[in-house]
């Protein structure tokens, strides 16, 4: 009995740390880093604020929890899309273009998490998420350049140039609009995946059907 009712409590404080970053998520999707308050979350999530401070005594603390649990759930999807790649180089284009769409599908929470201007501490407790798509990248590109696939080239380099690229193009300040029609998104992220990879060094990537159809999230994928 005792090892069952510590069993439950286990449960129920997970179950407690994932609704308060759940509600972190919503929050940070829909107003940026600037709504994420704890008292605001506390009230979204339906707990006390004094609830919240116990998990996470501070707001740096929690953008870093939330960090870091999306940049795994980013790293998933990535992941994934480059395991159905029948090649090291497909598998490049396709977290290329994963990366694309799912920051197209949610824009607001990838600019907050990525390229949204804050506070030092802040921009420190974030900034996993971006080392976890530049480790993503680089692994990539060298298993591409040792597979032959790509020009020499150094791909600690290459990685934070062209995450920079793709940011500034999804996200950044003269960014077009996110397409609400899907077609014109994969078309969008299509276009970035081309640039990218033409970047390494890979001119003829259409011809050689790197950039396939690109699947946007569906609405269960996309936070």
């Known amino acids: 009995m005792p090892y069952r009712r510590t069993a439950n409590v286990a449960r129920k404080l997970a179950a407690r740390h994932d609704a308060i970053l759940a509600a972190a998520c919503e929050a940070v999707a829909e107003g940026g880093m600037a709504a994420v308050q704890i008292a605001r979350v506390a009230a979204r999530a339906g707990i006390a604020t ?13 953008v870093a929890a939330l960090a870091a649990a999306l940049g795994e759930r980013e790293m998933a999807a990535l992941e994934g899309a480059a395991k ?32 949204e201007p804050v506070e030092p501490e802040v921009d420190r407790a974030r900034a996993s998420y971006r080392q976890a798509l530049l480790g993503a990248f680089e692994q990539l590109i060298r ?3 040792g597979a032959g696939r790509l ?10 140039a062209l995450l920079g690229a793709l940011v500034e193009g999804l996200l950044g300040a003269h960014a077009p609009a996110a397409p609400d029609d899907p077609a014109k998104a994969r078309a969008q992220a299509q276009m970035l995946t081309l640039l ?16 396939v159809q690109t699947v946007m999230p569906q609405p269960s994928e996309k936070s």
């Open 143 to 145: 298993k591409a350049l």
């Open 50 to 62: 004094g609830t919240v401070y116990r998990y996470f005594p501070s707001k740096t603390e929690l």
């Open 84 to 115: 159905a790649a029948p090649g090291p180089l497909s598998a490049l284009a396709a977290a290329f273009s994963t990366f694309a769409a799912r920051a197209l599908e949610r824009r607001r929470l990838a600019f907050a998490l990525m390229a």
């Open 151 to 160: 020009p020499d080239q150094d791909a600690a380099l290459a990685a934070p």
């Open 196 to 211: 990218a990879l033409r970047a390494l060094g890979v001119v003829d990537a259409r011809a050689r059907g790197l950039v």
